[in-house]
């Protein structure tokens, strides 16, 4: 069962009141009410760890095709593919995530809000089939390998050799996809991305980028 913690902040509680018809789309309307769905350790690491709704909102709407799969790697609680399935209802999103605690989060989540095409598979991505998905959500997953301030826990080991080998199995696997495929990367070094992907995209701060195989 969702926790959801007694409402501290006003902005949550109007948000929760503008549409009580909807309490779902109520939930969406800015990261403070949906970061408030998870508990309250996990809503902490949103800000660093967790796509921005708005982010998540221009990604999705590049990526998001009737009947197509895409996948977030690195998805994290799922925040991604929640807020795009819920924005893009005829699209499959999926999200591979190697915590297992923050998948069971993820599903929690899901089935609070009630959400058919988000999906959650709990393994490595190294461990996944990427011919199974057409577009592609990278959140720089990879960083937190070279990054020990303020990370999600102290499950994964600090090591550059693990960044590089993770950026190169990607950069492979990239490269194999199709022409058209679609990928959108946030706060990326871009070490990760073949030359055949052409920039069609960038947000006004740089961070966000949309790409495509050519």
């Known amino acids: 069962m969702i926790k959801i913690h007694p409402a501290t902040d006003l902005i949550r509680v ?9 309490p779902h789309e109520a939930l969406l309307q800015g990261d403070a009410t949906f970061d408030w769905l998870y508990p309250e350790h996990i809503e902490a690491k949103s800000r ?3 796509s921005p709704l708005a982010v998540v909102r221009k990604a999705a709407q ?5 009947d197509t799969r895409v996948l977030d790697i690195g998805s994290g609680v799922g925040k991604f593919c929640l807020a795009a399935a819920h924005f893009y209802p005829d699209t499959f999103f999926y999200g591979v995530e190697q915590r297992h605690e923050l998948v069971l989060y993820a599903e929690e989540t899901k089935n609070y809000l009630q959400l058919p095409n988000a999906h959650f598979i709990f393994a490595n991505m190294t461990q996944i089939n990427f011919d199974e998905f057409d577009h592609f959500y990278f959140y720089n997953a990879f960083y937190e390998n070279v990054d020990d301030e303020d990370p999600i826990d102290d499950t994964i080991e600090t090591s550059y050799s693990l960044y590089q080998y993770y950026t190169q199995y990607l950069y492979t696997v990239l490269e194999q996809r199709p022409a058209g495929t679609r990928l959108v990367t946030y706060h990326s070094l871009e070490d990760e991305i073949p030359m055949s992907y052409a920039l069609m995209e960038v947000s006004c701060d740089m961070m966000l980028k949309m790409w495509i195989k050519r």
């Open 14 to 22: 109007q948000a929760l009141h503008a549409a009580q018809s909807d």
């Open 62 to 66: 590049y990526l998001a095709e009737p």
């Open 48 to 50: 660093k760890h967790w």
